[in-house]
């Protein structure tokens, strides 16, 4: 069992950053794959970047085309942890933000992820 829990939400005005954390219990994830999703009021969780293992030395990342250039992720596996760094926030990037594990990469980018986390609100003002 993977226990997943989201932190570094707030408000911020539009251009501003904020950095999204979330810690990992329960057991290494280092060959799984993670995620950051995110829901805003009255639409669909959809997926905002992830990361898996490429099977060498290093992880694969993708991103969504809304924040490509503007939200970095990162994983950092000696603490369990992988963080969103969003830079240049717009409104439209307010929702609740959503880290999530999986062992498959595909499965998780289509939302069917092992492990949830409760969230962390976004709120960018304009």
């Known amino acids: 069992q993977v226990q997943l829990e989201e932190s570094g939400g707030g408000l911020v005005q539009a251009g501003g950053s904020l950095r999204l954390s979330c810690a990992a219990s329960g057991r290494t994830f280092s060959s799984y794959a993670m995620g950051w999703f995110r829901q805003a009021p009255g639409k669909e969780r959809e997926f905002v970047a992830g990361t898996r293992w490429s099977g060498g030395w290093s992880y694969i990342v993708d991103y969504a085309d809304s924040v490509k250039g503007r939200f970095t992720i990162s994983r950092d596996n000696a603490k369990n942890a992988v963080y969103l760094q969003m830079n240049s926030l717009k409104a439209e990037d307010t929702a609740v933000y959503y880290c999530?594990?999986?062992?498959?990469?595909?499965?998780?980018?289509?939302?069917?992820?092992?492990?949830w986390g409760q969230g962390t609100q976004v709120t960018v003002s304009s």
């Open positions: 999530a594990a999986g062992a498959g990469f595909d499965a998780l980018k289509r939302g069917t992820g092992d492990y």
